[in-house]
C-alpha cells in the first residue's frame, strides 16, 4: 500500500518506518526542511533504539521517501496519517490542536481520489468529527474517510511496540475504511486477535484513558511507597504481591520519581478539559496529576532530608536526568524541577545522561555535565539514581566516588538495600528502609 505519515517526529516516524518495513511505500512528509534533509542522508532527529537500522534498510529499497511536498505525498497515497503535535495549550490544560487543523486546510486542497485519513496524533475526542466537517463542507465526504487510530508507542521500546501491539485500535464505522486498514495491520496482528474495530470517538477517548489509567497506576504505586517508608515495608514486595493478582497486573508498578514524558502529564491534563468541557469530573484524574505535582517537592525535601538540610556547597550527581531510559527526552522530566530548585540551595550539580548533554541545564551555574560514570561520581556527596539506564545497574560506587561519607539517594530502586548495608554505604531508596 502506499501511505503518507504527516509528520516525521516521534509517531509519525517510527510509523512510518515500520509501516515501510513491512512492504508499504511509505512518504514520510515534514515542512521542516533541515529534518527532511537529515532524514535524505540517512542520519534520526531522534534518538529511539534500533530505528536507525530499519530506516537505512527501507530507504536504500526505495520504500521510504522523506519530502516536504505534502501535495506530492498526498496525492501519492491511499492512506494518510496526521502525526503532528498536540501540544498543551499555554496558561490551559486543552490540547492545542493548530497543527491539525492546518494540516487539514491543506489536506482539503490536494485530495484527488478515495483516501483514508487517519488521525494517529493523540487528539481529543470529537476531533475526528470537526475534521469531517472541514472537509465536507468542500464536498469532498464522499471520497473520504476520516478514521482514529490511536498509537501506543512507548519511547525507547516503539519497534517491538509497533511490532508486537497489544491491540490495534481503529475508530470507524466505514466498513470500507475498517477492511483497508485491516489488511494493513494483517501482518502484525495476525497472530493473535488484536485488531479492535469501534466508534472514532471510541478510539480517541481508548487513548486518554489508557495513559490516564497507566499514570494512576504509577501514583498509587508512588504514594503506596511513602507508606511503606513510613512502616517499614519494602515497596518492590507490595508490588510483587498486587501485580501478580492478574486482575492488576505487575507492569507500571515500579514506584520512582513523578512520571513524565511527552504523553502522561499532557494526556491527563488534556483529558480533565474534554471533561469539563462535557460537564464531567474526573475526580481521580485531577487528584493522580496533584499527586504527581508533588512528587516532585517531596522527592526535593527527601534530599535535602538526607543532605540535614545543608546543601551549600555539596555535590550532588545525577545518574541519569532524562524522563526514563532510552530515550534522549526531556520533557516534563522530573530533573527539570529537582537541579534548578537543588542549584538555588547552592548545591554543585554534576549529571550524567548516555543521552547527551542537556541544553536545558546550560544557564545553570555550577550545573555540570560530565562525560564519563567515574568524573560524576568523583568525590560526590551524594548519588541520586534518577533514571534507571542500563549504564548505572552494576556500578562499584565506593572505586567511583573514592570518599569516605558519600550517600546514595536510588530513586529507581535498582540496588539492594542489603547489599549496600554489607559495604557499609549509606543508602536510601524509595519505599524502602534505608540504611
Ligand atoms: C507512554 C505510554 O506508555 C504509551 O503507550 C503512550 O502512547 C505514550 O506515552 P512513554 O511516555 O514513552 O509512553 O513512557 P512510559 O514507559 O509509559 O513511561 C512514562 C513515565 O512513567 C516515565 O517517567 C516512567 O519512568 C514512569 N513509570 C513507568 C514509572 O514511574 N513506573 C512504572 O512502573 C512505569
Not at 466498513?175 to 472514532?200: E, G
Not at 494512576?216 to 504481591?241: F, P, Q, R, W
Not at 499532557?266 to 478539559?273: N, P
Request: overall charge positive; glycine content about 4%.
Amino acid at each position: 500500500m502506499k501511505l503518507c505519515m504527516i509528520g516525521a517526529g516521534y509517531v509519525g516516524l517510527v510509523s512510518g518506518v515500520c509501516f515501510s518495513d513491512l512492504g508499504n511505500t511509505v512518504y514520510c512528509v515534514d515542512k521542516n526542511k533541515e529534518k527532511i534533509d537529515l532524514l535524505n542522508a540517512g542520519h534520526l532527529p531522534i534518538y529511539e533504539p534500533g530505528l536507525e537500522e530499519i530506516l537505512k534498510k527501507n530507504f536504500k529499497q526505495k520504500r521510504l521517501i522523506f519530502t516536504s511536498d505534502l501535495k506530492f505525498a498526498v496525492q501519492k497515497a491511499d492512506i494518510i496519517f496526521i502525526c503532528v503535535g498536540t501540544p498543551t495549550k499555554k496558561n490551559s490544560n486543552s490540547a492545542d490542536l493548530k497543527y491539525i487543523f492546518q494540516v487539514v486546510n491543506q489536506l482539503k486542497k490536494y485530495i484527488n481520489k478515495y483516501k483514508i485519513i487517519v488521525t494517529k496524533s493523540t487528539v481529543p475526542v470529537s476531533t475526528g468529527d470537526k475534521i469531517e466537517n472541514i472537509l465536507l463542507k468542500q464536498k469532498k465526504r464522499k471520497i473520504v474517510d476520516i478514521v482514529s487510530n490511536p498509537e501506543f508507542l512507548r519511547e525507547g521500546e516503539a519497534i517491538r511496540d509497533f511490532i508486537y501491539p497489544d491491540r490495534v485500535v481503529i475508530g470507524t464505522d466505514s466498513i470500507k475504511a475498517n477492511k483497508i486498514l485491516k489488511s494493513l495491520y494483517l501482518p502484525i496482528v495476525k497472530k493473535n486477535n488484536r485488531y479492535f474495530n469501534t466508534s472514532r470517538r471510541a478510539a480517541e477517548l481508548i487513548k486518554y484513558a489508557s495513559n490516564a489509567f497507566l499514570a494512576t497506576k504509577i501514583s498509587y504505586i508512588n504514594e503506596m511507597a511513602n507508606l511503606c517508608e513510613k512502616v517499614g515495608v519494602d515497596i518492590k514486595d507490595i508490588s510483587l504481591g498486587m501485580g501478580t493478582d492478574q486482575r492488576i497486573g505487575e507492569r507500571f508498578l515500579r514506584a520512582g520519581p513523578a512520571y513524565g514524558g511527552s504523553c502522561f502529564p499532557k494526556d491527563t491534563r488534556a483529558l480533565i478539559d474534554t471533561a469539563n468541557l462535557f460537564k464531567t469530573n474526573l475526580s481521580i484524574v485531577k487528584t493522580v496529576i496533584k499527586s504527581n505535582e508533588h512528587r516532585k517537592l517531596l522527592l526535593t525535601n527527601k534530599v535535602k532530608k538526607i543532605l540535614k538540610n545543608k546543601l551549600k556547597n555539596k555535590v550532588i550527581t545525577f545518574l541519569g536526568v532524562t524522563f526514563k531510559p532510552n530515550t534522549d527526552d526531556m520533557r516534563e522530566a522530573s530533573s527539570l524541577f529537582m537541579i534548578p530548585k537543588l542549584n538555588k540551595l547552592n548545591a554543585r550539580i554534576k549529571y550524567i545522561d548516555p543521552s547527551g548533554k542537556k541544553k536545558e541545564f546550560n544557564n545553570l551555574k555550577n550545573v555540570k555535565f560530565c562525560k564519563d560514570i567515574s568524573s560524576a561520581c568523583y568525590k560526590s556527596d551524594l548519588i541520586i539514581i534518577h533514571t534507571e539506564w542500563n549504564e548505572f545497574k552494576l556500578l562499584n560506587f565506593k572505586n567511583l566516588v573514592k570518599k569516605k561519607d558519600f550517600v546514595i539517594f536510588d530513586m529507581r530502586n535498582i540496588y539492594s538495600p542489603l547489599k549496600m548495608k554489607n559495604l557499609k554505604i549509606k543508602y536510601f531508596a524509595v519505599g524502602r528502609q534505608s540504611n
